[in-house]
């Protein structure tokens, strides 16, 4: 569904990703670790249209999408859910959520989906009219999910999820990735700092290391490897 | 209406003259704060050029009035003339707009800036019989004769006018932005990169916001030029961006009901204060220093202005609210 070949990216003059292969298969859950600065962010990135790789290729369904702008890539069918959530404060839950089918002109599918968002995180139609700034943490993370998951996307790129969220809410959303993949069938790219959950959640995984892929490997391999157990799991 | 203006005079007075005359430059304020906090307050950019858009839209209007007065009724041209000023600011909006809005905040101030002052400095500077250069520019009077006797009954037209522009663009602005469009552009004001992850083209967003404020400006240039009858460069100094931006901050950046709430205010003030005898004219020019002081200072405590982006009905709403959830003054606590 997604392959991404021997990509490069630079910021400015410095390169941040080193020919960076990966794919990810329809229906898949697939999880990206690494410490912080390894590159993670700007992978998804760089898939999603905010950057453009400096060499390599991006597919998705079998077409190039490397150079398309982010608003481009999102008709395509991937949704980005940035790292740091990055919702709109002052717009309302529903808003929030309304704008995330901004690409979608039918009432009724957008009905649809909001339906299922609610449906998914109850804890957002309890909300619907507050202006999501007042959120706390992990319902600003549900509504990031959310709204991402409001353009009906066939793939869905999740950066750390986990970032800052109490840990009760944290497994609550892991759940919540687990039923989308389940029942939606929308394929994931998981990007995390948490390998525990991150390892558990998904079926195969990329470490990633100072913008190189170190590892590739199905997750219960990963999670019995000894330079994983001591690098992200001890 | 001939034979009643000279009435109609009599019954306004001099006191109903004077705040005719204060209605319509109301109106014409509240479109220039409307239109600026499409920019400023809705879109959160940073334009201060918006008295070069109004310019264009006065002279556009004045210069096509010039040219077809006498040729075609006046009505006519009167629309024209206004569609001819919403087109030139809109074009002038696209010159300065589209290579900004690409870069971030601060170069959008800096350009819109100079290009404001570019405008007042090119018309000054134009030829006499083009645009009346320094002298002015005197716009033919095409929707009724005006003579001492129809002065009044002239004002009235224009508050009138103003009246029903300012709710039509009042209107449009609020339909606008809960359409998707405008929520798009909400969204890109508040987080570019969110907005260009979900399918918003921010640029776009971005660009279409600024021409909608230009626009409108040169619509408020147009029914100025028309009501003063005569226009100088001088009046559309970068004083008259301090004010328009002012209007917009004391209303609240992103409210329709404070920025006209606003406009009436300031305007009364200044026009009360025109009216002192020269003897206390310090006042005067007192106030015009207060404008930029009060501006930094609201910019620095109340960056989002006065009631933020409320509507007063909402502030209402709130007061009343609090009213009724305050224990009453007689009964002690329960
Ligand atoms: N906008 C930028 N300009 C320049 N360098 C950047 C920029 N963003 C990231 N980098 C650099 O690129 C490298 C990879 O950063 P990236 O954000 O992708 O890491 P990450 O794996 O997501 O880290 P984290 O887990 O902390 O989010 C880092 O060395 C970082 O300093
Ligand atoms: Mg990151």
């Not at chain 2, 004769?145 to 004002?155: D, K, S």
């Amino acid at each position: 569904m997604l392959t991404l070949t021997g990509v490069d990216v630079h910021y400015g003059r410095v390169q941040a990703l080193f020919g960076v292969s990966l794919t990810v298969q329809a229906g898949e859950i697939v999880t990206l670790i690494g410490c912080n600065g390894a590159g993670k962010t700007t992978l998804l990135r760089t898939i999603s249209g905010l950057l453009s790789p400096s060499a390599g290729e991006v597919r998705f369904e079998g077409e190039r999408i490397d150079g398309l702008r982010a608003d481009r890539v999102v008709r395509r069918g991937i949704a980005h859910c940035p790292e740091g959530r990055r919702i709109f404060g002052q717009l309302t839950v529903r808003e929030n959520l309304e704008m995330g089918a901004y690409v979608e002109r039918r009432r009724d599918r957008v009905q649809a989906r909001l339906e299922r968002v609610y449906g998914l995180f109850p804890r957002l139609a309890e909300r619907e009219g507050q202006p999501g700034g007042t959120l706390s943490g992990g319902e600003q993370q549900m509504l990031a999910i959310g709204r991402a998951l409001m353009g009906g996307p066939r793939l869905l790129l999740l950066d750390e999820p986990s970032l800052g969220i109490a840990p009760i809410l944290v497994q609550e959303i892991f759940a919540e990735i687990r039923r989308v993949n389940a029942e939606l069938g929308t394929t994931i790219l998981l990007v995390e700092q948490n390998a525990h959950l991150a390892l558990g959640l998904a079926a195969r995984g990329y470490v990633l290391e100072t913008g190189r892929v170190v590892l590739e490997d199905e997750c219960r391999c990963l999670r019995e490897d000894p330079q994983v157990r001591e690098a992200y799991l001890g | 209406m001939g034979g009643g203006a000279p009435l109609l005079a009599i019954a306004l007075g001099p006191e109903g003259y004077w705040w005719a005359n204060l209605l319509v430059l109301v109106s014409v304020y509240s479109l220039l704060g409307l239109s600026l906090n499409l920019i400023n307050g809705y879109g959160r950019m940073f334009s201060l050029g918006h008295h070069g858009f109004w310019a264009l839209g006065a002279y556009g209007a004045g210069w096509l009035t010039v040219a077809l007065a006498g040729t075609l009724p006046g009505p006519l041209v009167f629309v024209l003339s206004c569609l001819f000023a919403m087109g030139v600011a809109a074009a002038g909006g696209l010159v300065i707009g589209l290579p900004c809005l690409r870069l971030r905040g601060d170069y959008l101030a800096i350009a819109t800036l100079g290009f404001g002052e570019i405008v007042r400095i090119a018309i000054q500077n134009s030829p006499r019989e083009l645009l009346g250069g320094a002298e002015g520019l005197t716009v033919p009077r095409v929707l009724m004769e005006v003579g001492p006797e129809t002065r009044a009954a002239y004002r009235l037209l224009f508050v009138g006018l103003g009246l029903v522009l300012v709710v039509l663009v009042a209107a449009a602005i609020r339909n606008y932005v809960r359409s998707a469009r405008g929520r798009a552009m909400l969204a890109t004001a508040q987080d570019e990169v969110a907005a260009g992850l979900l399918g918003i083209d921010p640029t776009r967003s971005k660009v279409a916001a600024f021409l909608m404020g230009s626009t409108l400006a040169g619509l408020a240039g147009a029914v100025y030029a028309h009501y003063q009858g005569n226009i100088t460069p001088l009046e559309f100094g970068f004083m008259e961006m301090v004010k328009i931006f002012l209007i917009v901050v004391l209303g609240g950046l992103g409210s329709i009901s404070g920025c006209v709430l606003a406009a009436f205010v300031l305007l009364f003030v200044e026009q009360w204060l025109g009216r002192l005898p020269d003897s206390v004219g310090w006042v005067k020019e007192w106030w015009q220093v207060e404008y930029a002081l009060v501006l930094v200072l609201l910019m620095i405590f109340r960056p989002r202005g006065l009631l933020g982006p409320r509507e007063l009905t909402d502030v209402w709403r709130a007061w009343r609210g609090r009213r009724a959830a305050a224990p009453g003054r007689g009964g002690g606590a329960p």
